[in-house]
């Protein structure tokens, strides 16, 4: 399984962009970018996972950089609804996920 | 969006009991289901992934003796932690994969008490 770097806390401003970064330097051809979320005391929620190419949905867009080493959550508006911790996941058709530490993300007004 | 639940949400038991716990997909079919568990202020872990019909695979550490897991059908799958011992207190949650490829959804996880 793939390891991956994130940083450990983020602020941003109410309103304003987040731009959570990701490395995976080692992640291998077959293994998809998965990103979740977890409020505190909750289940992870899906936020949007891609191979190569960019995605957008509803909720945020993932980057995902040519080389596929690294990749970066983006939240347009980020509200405080989005404070939470935020794990990049790299995940084959196995499905299974390991989760790292994750991003603690703090959304402030 | 995909749902899954989970149930009871707490649970206090005695040393010693069994308790089990269950998850359920509740508007999509789930071929392959996953068991993690969280302590305080840690990550999540995996436990075993669940396939509907076979026998589950644990991961490496997690007693499969302990903690026995059946996925009987493509909606529910169970996890029963088999005399419980305070050390097994921790927050535990499924989740379910709609396709191969696809993304997983969490339950909203139950946690286990055990005096």
């Known amino acids: 399984d793939a390891k991956t770097t994130q940083p450990p806390s983020m602020d941003c401003a109410e309103g304003r962009a987040a731009n959570l970064p990701c490395n995976h330097s080692?992640?291998?051809?077959?293994?998809?970018v998965y990103w979740y979320r977890q409020i505190h005391s909750q289940g992870p929620q899906y936020i949007i996972h891609?191979?190569?190419n960019n995605e957008t949905n509803e909720m945020a867009s993932l980057i995902i950089t040519e080389d596929r080493k690294s990749s970066t959550l983006i939240l347009p508006h980020a509200t405080l609804r989005d404070t939470a911790v935020y794990y990049c996941?790299?995940?084959?058709?196995?499905?299974?996920?390991?989760f790292g530490q994750g991003t603690t993300l703090q959304v402030k007004p | 969006g995909a749902v899954v639940s989970q149930h009871p949400s707490r649970v206090i038991c005695k040393s010693g009991t069994s308790v089990k716990i269950e998850c359920r997909s509740l508007?999509?079919?789930?071929?392959?289901m996953f068991w993690y568990r969280q302590f305080p202020k840690q990550s999540l872990m995996l436990m075993a992934t669940?396939?509907?019909?076979?026998?589950?695979?644990?991961e490496q550490g997690v007693e499969k003796d302990k903690f026995l897991i059946n996925h009987a059908s493509l909606t529910l799958s169970t996890l029963t932690v088999t005399s419980a011992h305070p050390e097994d207190s921790s927050f535990y949650i499924c989740?379910?994969?709609?396709?191969?490829?696809?993304?997983?959804?969490f339950g909203p996880g139950t946690r286990l008490t055990v005096l």
């Open positions: 989740s379910a994969r709609v396709t191969s490829g696809g993304g997983q959804f």
């Open positions: 996941i790299p995940s084959s058709n196995t499905g299974k996920l390991i």
């Open positions: 891609g191979l190569k």
């Open positions: 508007d999509f079919q789930a071929t392959t």
């Open positions: 669940s396939n509907e019909g076979s026998k589950a695979t644990y």
């Open positions: 080692t992640i291998s051809g077959n293994e998809y």
